[in-house]
Each structure stands twice: as structure tokens, then as C-alpha cells.
């Protein structure tokens, strides 16, 4: 099947992709802008070869993964003030508004740079985005091994961001 002839078949599900992306946590016009972004990257992807056939329709799960990887990739982008995530809850999240944040921030980028360059270059990698599961794929690494390192660093984070708020 050609591509035009697919994209017309996964866009008979527009409002079906919309009401996913809004489950996610977005907006009516965001999910919208992110179904198109979906529809384009598919485009993409067909051209390059890519074959989403499953049995007589389309593979739905990949069109997912596309939708969701889309909205965290625009989740990522927005964030606007140099924090440390931690199971999803910002450093903000943890300062009174009385505290000085740069001096807080400061802090904890120090407690990093005490870190062994492996711990800390593991827990920015998976920080910044990049998956446990990816980052063992690319450097050989053991899955396991990057777990319990990146475990290890954010426990001394929380430690420290719990004894900076009290």
C-alpha cells in the first residue's frame, strides 16, 4: 500500500489519536498539533521503508508510541528553569519562596561534582531523557548496573534536597 493510501487510513482515527494525546495530560489544540507532528513523522518513516502493516490494518501500538514520544519530547522542551526531576516532582517543588534557589541549586551541583564521574555522568544521561534501556544498548553496559547506579545518585539527591528544605 502506498503511503498516501495509509496515512488516509490512520487519519480515519484522527479524533480517536486526539482523545490519546489528551490523555496524556494535553490540551485540545496541543493534541491536535501533536496528532499532525504524528501524521508528518509517519510520512517520514513510510518513505524511509518503514512497513507498519499488522495483519489486514495498521500497527496501532506504534502509532502510540509515536503520539506518546512526540508529547514527551514537547514536555521536555517546555521546561524553562535548570531543575533536577525527581520521580516527576521539581526541585521548586521542595524550596519556600523565602529561600534563595540559586544558592540550593548551587549546592546540589556541588554534591554532584563530589560524585565519582561515572555515577554522576550516568545519572545526568538518564536526567537529560536518555532511557536506562537506551543508554545500556549504546555503551555495553548491563542494564542492571546503570539501575543501581542511577538509584544510588538520586537517593543522595533526595537526601540532600529533604535536608536543604528542613
Same mark, same amino acid.
Given at each position: ?6 496515512? @488516509? /487510513?490512520?487519519?480515519?482515527?484522527? /479524533? ?6 489528551? #490523555?496524556?495530560?494535553?490540551? /485540545? ?7 499532525? #507532528?504524528?501524521?508528518? @513523522? *509517519? ?6 521503508? &518503514? ?28 521546561? @524553562? ?13 521542595? *524550596? ?15 554534591? &554532584?561534582?563530589? &560524585? ?10 538518564? /536526567? #537529560?531523557?536518555?532511557? *536506562? ?25 533526595? @537526601?540532600?534536597?529533604?535536608? &536543604?528544605?528542613?
Amino acid at each position: 500500500m502506498d503511503t498516501t493510501k495509509k496515512i @488516509k /487510513q490512520i487519519a480515519k482515527k484522527h /479524533q480517536t489519536w486526539i482523545t490519546i494525546v489528551i #490523555s496524556f495530560g494535553a490540551k /485540545q489544540n496541543e493534541a491536535e498539533d501533536i496528532v499532525q #507532528s504524528m501524521y508528518l @513523522k *509517519i510520512i517520514k518513516k513510510l518513505e524511509d521503508g &518503514l512497513n507498519i502493516d499488522f495483519n489486514d490494518d495498521y500497527n496501532y501500538f506504534y502509532i502510540f508510541k509515536t503520539l506518546r514520544s512526540i508529547f514527551l519530547d514537547i514536555k521536555r522542551k517546555e521546561s @524553562k528553569m535548570p531543575t533536577i526531576p525527581i520521580d516527576n516532582v521539581q526541585l521548586t517543588d521542595y *524550596i519556600d519562596e523565602d529561600k534563595n534557589i540559586q544558592k540550593i541549586y548551587e549546592k546540589i551541583e556541588k554534591e &554532584l561534582d563530589t &560524585l565519582y564521574w561515572y555515577d554522576k555522568k550516568v545519572f545526568q544521561l538518564i /536526567q #537529560s531523557g536518555e532511557s *536506562i534501556a537506551s543508554l545500556s544498548r549504546k555503551t555495553g553496559i548491563a542494564y542492571h548496573s546503570l539501575y543501581k547506579t542511577y538509584i544510588s545518585v538520586k537517593s543522595k539527591m533526595k @537526601k540532600l534536597l529533604w535536608e &536543604l528544605e528542613t
